[in-house]
Structure formats: C-alpha cells, structure tokens
C-alpha cells in the first residue's frame, strides 16, 4: 500500500512540475510582445518616439523616457512624461503592446509593475 501511496505522489508531483515553467526575468524583458526590439517594431511606439519633440500648443506633453516592464502578466510600456503644461497627477501612463491604455496616474498600481528596463530615454546632451 505504501508503494502504490508512493508512486501515486511521484506521478502527481511529476505532473504538477510540468505545468510550470522557470521564467528568467531578463529574457521577458528581451522578448517583449514577442519582438526584440519594440522601439522599433511597434507602430505606435515608435511613433511616440518620433512625435517627442518639445512640447507645442498641440502637445504639451514632452515624452522623457519609456521603461518596459511586467503588469498583470502582460508586458507593458510606461510613458514618462513632462513639460509645463504636462502631467498634473503623480504618475505616468502605461499602455500594453497593442498601445491600449493600461493606466494613468496611479503610483499605487505602477508600483505593481516588475521587471523594469529603461528601453528609450530622450537624448538630453542637445544633439
């Protein structure tokens, strides 16, 4: 009996690790929606990128940097913005791959967010 006991708790055991899988950080940031380089091959990041000029009456929003990060089991964009006209709540906006908005202005949830990498900065030096 004790053996059957056994060998019932091995083949459960041996069934339940397969469910899982080890997940190395690093590489989840890497492979972002499945692309390796979402600055360039997501539309309408990249046209985020390219729209961050100084910011104008059309937009006041001046886009400082992106960081990729892990929210709820999706990859996600957090947008760091300013300007003087800009961000008046204490946050940034988060979008997901489609560039669907996740969340605006919501420190308590961005705090949620994990593997951060910062994977676009606006060049500063005037070049």
Do not use: H
Not at 103 to 115: Q, S
């Amino acid at each position: 009996m004790k053996k059957i006991l056994l060998v019932l708790f091995l083949f459960a055991t041996a069934v339940a690790c397969d469910q899982y899988e080890a997940v190395n950080p690093e590489k989840a940031v890497a492979d972002a929606c499945g692309l390796s380089d979402p600055t360039q091959e997501l539309a309408w990041l990249r046209e985020r990128i390219d729209n961050s000029a100084e910011p104008s009456a059309d937009n006041p929003c001046q886009l400082g940097g992106i960081t990729q990060g892990t929210y709820g089991g999706q990859t996600v964009f957090i947008m760091s913005v300013g300007g003087p006209l800009c961000c008046p709540c204490a946050g940034s906006a988060v979008y997901n791959c489609e560039g669907e908005l996740v969340m605006v202005c919501n420190p308590e949830e961005e705090a949620k967010i994990t593997n951060k990498e910062v994977i676009w900065k606006k060049n500063t030096d005037g070049e």
